[in-house]
């Protein structure tokens, strides 16, 4: 569609259901609108001091998240090849929310689509929200799909 308002749409992947749910809807828009997709995986190190500290940090778990990763940003693209959107695949390592933004800024997305894990409470205190993140602090529109 010429002039659409989102010509790019970054959809950002964990690997959860909220996040394959949220990629549908990051496809079928892009497919209606006709725009591109790239679709993140970020390796979190966001608790990475911790876990080096009680569990032992090491590569074969970064290889494991990586791999997950890489499973995550797979099935976005398939997810794309079953209605014709071409999916461009994208991997970061650091803190989800600063590097989904980053990579929003640098790619100039214009539309960032991601699930959430809808944890309320003490818990969303206590571990915080990578979308409310992304959404306070996105130069973009950002939709979150619960």
Known sequence: MEGSLFKRI?????GSENAERAASYGINIAKAIGAEVHALY???TKH?????????WS??????????GEVAVENVRKLGEQ???????????GIPADKILEYADENNIDLIVMG??????IKKFLIGSVA??????????????R
């Open 132 to 145: 409310e993140n992304v959404v306070r602090h996105s130069k973009v529109p950002v939709m979150v799909i």
């Open 116 to 121: 959430t894990h809808g944890l309320t409470g």
């Open 48 to 56: 990475a001091v911790t876990t080096r500290t009680v569990m032992g």
């Open 42 to 44: 970020v390796i979190s």
């Open 83 to 93: 209605v014709g959107v071409k999916v461009k695949p994208a991997y970061s390592k």
């Open 10 to 14: 970054l959809i950002a992947t964990d």
């Open 59 to 68: 590569e074969a778990f970064e290889e494991y998240l990586a791999d997950k």
